[in-house]
């Protein structure tokens, strides 16, 4: 991401759109609507993306190339992934081998998003970086938006503003099941550990693991947080290596003990639009 105001202009300056986010929803949009001639202004609060990967889904490449900026994901090092193991019900893993055009990308976060915030940078949108927007006000045909901006309020004028701040922000999202804890961490690369991203039932929670070629081994196990608070208080380090013990592919790692680049742990939520209808199950 960009680390300080880059093709800004004066505070005064009204755009076309401000886009309020620079996630892939917001930077993918500010290139469609600088490429339909508009004027582009993204605010965005600056927070260090963390390092983690992500597995992307196979529509994401069609969205660059139509975007044409398709060597975003050469440039982020994104790879394929050709097998995916699944352990759930018993310790026998299912090995899928999607099929081409089908296979899931694996990327570096934070690089993908600093590439991405390249690109828009390329087709002309501007960026105030470490401005956290505050509020939107309509003004006329303009839309008034006010952010903090170095300890200061401040505001620019838009004739539309697209907020692309994230899921914790959307509107009538419903908490749709229980939180869960996630502990994350990255494993120098591990031998006898071959796949490319598994996904394994354990015997408190689960766990996701993938690893890009030659990289570290990244995995995130899940569970439930007042469990884990209870049985491993405080030590999530303790309670990942327990909980990747009845791992059937995973289970040395607890005993590796090297983490690169530490341990992270935080709830998740999932949060979706509620169905109309009740989900009929079993039919
Ligand atoms: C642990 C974890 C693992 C995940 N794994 C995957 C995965 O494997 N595959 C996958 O497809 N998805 C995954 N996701 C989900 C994925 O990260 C999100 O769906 C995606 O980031 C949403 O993109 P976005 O652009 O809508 O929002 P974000 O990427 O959240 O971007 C929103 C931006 O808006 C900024 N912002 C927020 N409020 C303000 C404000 N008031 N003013 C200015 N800026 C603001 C934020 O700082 C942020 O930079 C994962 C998420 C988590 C937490």
Redesign the pocket.
Known sequence: ?CSKTRGSSALTDKFDVAV?????????AAIRLRQLGRSVLV?????P??S??????PG?ADILRYLRADGVLADAGATLVHRHRVAWATHDAVTREPKAGEA?LLVQ?HRF?KELAEAALAHGVLFRPS????AIESSGEQQLIR?AHDGFERVVLAKHVLE???????AKRKQLGPSLI?I?ASFEVVAGIECEMLVEALDDGWV?A?RQPGQALHV?AFGDPGQVHLRWPGDPQRALSAMLASSAYLGQLGDAGVFEGGL?C?L?RLRGLASRRPLEVGR
């Open positions: 991401m309020v986010g620079a996630g892939p929803a917001g930077l993918t605010l965005h609060r600056v927070r993306r963390p983690r990967v992500e597995a992307l889904t994401v899931s976060r998003d401005s956290r927007m505050i952010y692309a701040t994230g899921r914790p922000r959307a996630a994350s996701w993938a995130t992270r935080g998740v």
